[in-house]
């Protein structure tokens, strides 16, 4: 078995090349190629023939193959399929704001989660990704768009807080100086709301900001939609989300996915706010994405307005979000999921 060695700090690497009596001053180098989004140690030019061969006869280097990609015809948001070493799919969007590049990453192939207006959801849980499978989407897109990324969101398939180790291990490689130093202030992690990782989250002092997929008021429309609120309720939760703000004084994001006739009423919108009072938020109303299977529709624009229009006039900065590439099922798990029915009608065909 070959060591995943893009998964490996700077510090790790020094160490094992000074175990292996592999030239320890050559450890930066390396780090650097890898954090470059090299994909064979044969590129690492000016290393020795002989040590790029010693490398590969141990290490290997994750890399993302770009299965299917979708340009939206409206804002230039792209959304990549790719393929993992073991035939697993995830996707990726990258998107263009004002200022720079954002993209959107899977941290695990599938989710255990079971939310049930979410794809990747209904689809079930495959494996969790490594820190290198979560670099080599940000480096596969950077190369194929020839753009830098400034941004990144862990809002992919996957929930990241139930990949816990690999999601840190993520950040520090991230972020570190000799890599894409990307740093903390400039990610946002999505959670459905695993209650105690969201305290260790807080007392680690990352400077993450902080998304909570909530869409609902309260335990009735939460537990029927989002399994998780049965093991963590929304009272825990925001208790939580308090704590996080306080600790880390960022201001959580909270998704909500407008779906017509179950989370949308006045009366939601009411006891939303009463709920989220005096604590340092911001709302994102989104109309819920059509899921092939799952009954759901997406509210109406005038029911998205009143609703914000509720929480606004009770003080809750709120936003309607807009939807980036509508057009290319950039939402969480639909490309995958399109991908491989795809699959299985052709193999069927045949
Ligand atoms: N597991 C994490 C992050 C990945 S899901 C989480 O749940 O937060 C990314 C976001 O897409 C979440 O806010 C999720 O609730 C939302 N989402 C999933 N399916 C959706 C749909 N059909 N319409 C709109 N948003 C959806
Ligand atoms: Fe998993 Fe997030 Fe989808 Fe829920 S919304 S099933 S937590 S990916």
């Not at 140690?41 to 040590?51: A, G, N, V």
């Not at 680690?204 to 049965?230: C, E, F, G, W």
């Not at 340092?280 to 509210?299: E, F, M, Q």
């Not at 229009?309 to 900065?317: C, R, V, Y």
Request: net charge positive.
């Amino acid at each position: 078995m070959k060591i995943d060695i893009k998964s490996m700090t700077l510090a790790e690497i020094q160490e094992a090349f000074k175990a292996e009596g592999l030239p320890g001053f050559r450890s930066r180098q390396v780090y650097r190629w890898l954090h470059r989004g090299v994909s064979s140690f044969d590129e690492m030019s000016d290393l020795s023939q002989e040590l790029r061969r010693q490398l590969s006869e141990k290490y290997y280097i994750s890399v993302a193959i770009i299965e299917k990609k979708r340009v939206s015809k409206y804002d230039n948001t792209v959304k990549y399929l790719f393929r993992l070493h073991d035939g697993q799919y995830v996707e990726s969007v990258l998107m263009q704001y004002h200022h720079g590049y954002s993209i959107c990453i899977s941290t695990q192939a599938g989710c255990k989660m079971g939310c049930t207006f979410c794809a990747t959801g209904q689809g079930g849980w495959f494996r969790d990704l490594t820190p290198s499978e979560m670099l080599a989407q940000i480096q596969a897109a950077q190369l194929d768009s020839g753009n830098r990324v400034s941004n990144i969101v862990l809002m992919g398939m996957g929930e990241p807080l139930d990949n816990y180790e690999n999601v840190l291990r993520f950040l520090e490689l991230v972020s570190s100086d000799e890599g894409m130093n990307i740093g903390a202030r400039h990610i946002s992690l999505s959670t459905c709301g695993l209650v105690d990782k969201i305290y260790d989250l807080a007392d680690r002092k990352l400077q993450v900001t902080l998304s909570v997929s909530l869409h609902a008021p309260n335990d009735q429309i939460r537990s029927r939609t989002m399994p998780v609120n049965r093991k963590w309720n929304v009272e825990a939760l925001l208790k939580a989300c308090r704590y996080y703000a306080q600790v880390t004084h960022r201001r959580i994001s909270f998704e909500y996915a407008m779906i017509q006739g179950v989370n949308d009423t006045d009366a939601c919108a009411r006891e939303l706010a009463g709920r989220l009072k005096g604590m340092l938020c911001h709302v994102n109303l989104i109309p819920v994405n059509d899921v092939t299977g799952a009954n759901y529709r997406k509210s109406s624009h005038d029911r998205l307005e009143r609703f914000s229009q509720i929480l606004s006039e009770k003080g809750i900065p709120v936003t309607v979000r807009r939807t980036l590439g509508s057009d290319i099922e950039a939402s969480c798990g639909q490309l995958r999921g399109k991908h491989v029915e795809e699959v299985v009608a052709h193999e069927g065909r045949q």
